[in-house]
């Protein structure tokens, strides 16, 4: 099992009502239903531990449960056009792989 966090602003001019629209309504159903993904989280940042601003305000926790399996369950129409719009919204993000320890 593998965890992908992904660290993101939103790109100028994208709205965060628009966003977090698209976040609770579109993005979260869909990839919460992939057969590759048993859960998918998006957060809000709100500043960090100590004090002070984060530098990411979005941070996406997929937990896959084969990797291979999402490779497939991406190339989906569906899921080229949630990632389409994500693409859209989303400046530079990072897409972490990681494992546990």
Known sequence: MAKIVVLFNLKDGVSVADY???AR???????????????FEVLKATGLLGGGESPYRYLEILDVNDLSQLGA???TETMQQVAATFRSMADNPLFIVTEAL
């Open 20 to 22: 977090e629209k698209f």
């Open 25 to 39: 309504e579109t993005d979260l159903p869909i990839v919460n239903a992939l057969a590759s993904v048993d859960k």
């Open 73 to 75: 369950d991406v190339s």
